[in-house]
Every structure is written in structure tokens, then in C-alpha cells.
């Protein structure tokens, strides 16, 4: 186990240096809403990464058996990532379809939970 860890430490300072959408949002929050929402948002990617590593980690095996054996687990990924997508357009949407007075920059108040959803959920749909 000691030398998979040793031989896997190079990827993961690559990885870790990979700039990444996730690094783009990060960036925008920060200019956008401030400092405390971009903490909002990057601890929601620090928790979906650590949530993920130990999934990999601890359920490989059963994960790769259930896939094998039952298709359907791609039907219900696909799904998810599919409402996610409709609800984020539909949002998107929304926010553009309002007419705005172009001299007033609107900023809306932080919301740091949902700011914190949007980090976790956008780290495990990449």
C-alpha cells in the first residue's frame, strides 16, 4: 500500500496544480460576491473532493461489481446530472429574461449555503 501511495504522489500535486472550471467559478465568486463567498464555495470543494477520494478508496471494488452487474446505476448518474444541468439553465435563464436598468449593478446578498451546494455539486460533476 505504501508504494501505491508513493507512486501516486506525483499525480497528485499534477492534479492539484490543474487549472479547472471549478477554478473559474472560484475566481468569479471571489470578484463578484467577496472573500467569505469564495470560502463558501471552495469548502464545498474541498468536502465533495475528500467525499470523493474516500469513495474511490473504500468501495472500488463493490462499485465496479454493482456497475457490471446492474446498467441501471448509469441511468440514475445520467439523470442527475441531467436535472442539475435543466435546473441550472432554467436559472440562467430566468436571471437574463429580467430587465435590468444597465447603470445599476445589481449584486445579490451572499448566500453562503447555497454558495457552499453550488461548490460541492459542481466538483462532482466534473
Known sequence: MLEDILSAIPLGFLMAFLIGPVFFALLETSAIKGFRAAVALDIGVILADIIFLL?????????????????GLYIFGGSIL?????????????????????????????NYFSLFIKGFFSTLSI
Open 55 to 71: 469513495a474511490a478508496y473504500f468501495m472500488t471494488s463493490s462499485i465496479l461489481e454493482k456497475l457490471k452487474d446492474d446498467p
Open 82 to 110: 441531467a436535472i442539475y444541468g435543466i435546473v441550472s439553465f432554467v436559472k440562467t435563464r430566468k436571471y437574463y429574461l429580467k430587465e435590468v436598468d444597465p447603470k445599476v449593478l445589481i449584486v445579490k446578498k451572499n
